[in-house]
């Protein structure tokens, strides 16, 4: 929905100041290993990254900004005060909640 959005705000207005943030991961050789790596990345940094990469596994639009971030801290802290608060009942992946979202029983998963 993201990817859309910014490509929908740059056709309608090709002088809208949209800074996009990605979240890109791959594998990478590193020491003579093969390693996974996923990395926050601005819109700028987008393809050096990419160039460091063996294999792109995603790009996935992580944020998007109307003022250039200097780095991702800004967008670590904006979980990081939810996760603090809830810890005993947030997902450890993340502090968006859904009470609907419930574990399915194993016979429901198993058809």
Do not use: W
């Not at 979202?101 to 998963?109: D, K, L, M, T």
């Amino acid at each position: 929905m993201l990817y859309d959005y910014v490509e929908r705000k740059r056709k309608e207005n090709s002088g809208a100041q949209l800074h996009v943030t990605y979240l890109v991961s791959g594998s990478l050789i590193q020491n003579g290993h093969s390693c996974h790596k996923v990395a926050v990345v601005r819109e700028d940094k987008l393809e050096a990254v990419k160039s460091k990469l063996a294999v792109t596994a995603s790009i996935h639009v992580y944020s998007i900004q109307k003022a250039m971030l200097k780095d991702s801290g800004p967008l670590f802290n904006t979980d990081y005060d939810i996760l603090k608060s809830n810890l005993q009942n947030c997902s450890k992946f993340s502090a968006i909640q859904c009470a609907a979202a419930v574990p399915r029983a194993p016979a429901e998963s198993s058809s």
